[in-house]
């Protein structure tokens, strides 16, 4: 079960390495290349994208890390 995890994390983390390389190297410097105005708000809406994935992977690491932060004893 443990190795299942330990693949599953690692190839979430190379998933999200590769995109994001993609994404900076390749993709938003070609949108911004051009100066068009839909092409410089699709590279705004890609960063966004990729920002809100970064936020919620790293509430996911954190959740998974303390499952029982944030949650009361008290009735």
């Given at each position: 079960m443990f190795a299942i995890k330990l693949t599953l994390i690692l190839l979430g983390a190379l998933l999200y390495l590769v995109?994001?390389?993609?994404?900076?190297?390749?993709?938003?410097?070609?949108?911004?290349?051009?100066?068009?105005?839909?092409?410089i708000l699709y590279a705004f809406v890609g960063t966004c994208g990729w920002l809100l994935?970064?936020?919620?992977?790293?509430?996911h690491i954190i959740k998974t890390a303390r499952p029982t932060t944030g949650a009361r004893s008290d009735p």
């Open positions: 995109g994001s390389g993609c994404w900076f190297f390749w993709i938003a410097p070609r949108l911004l290349v051009g100066g068009e105005t839909t092409d994935i970064t936020f919620g992977f790293i509430i």
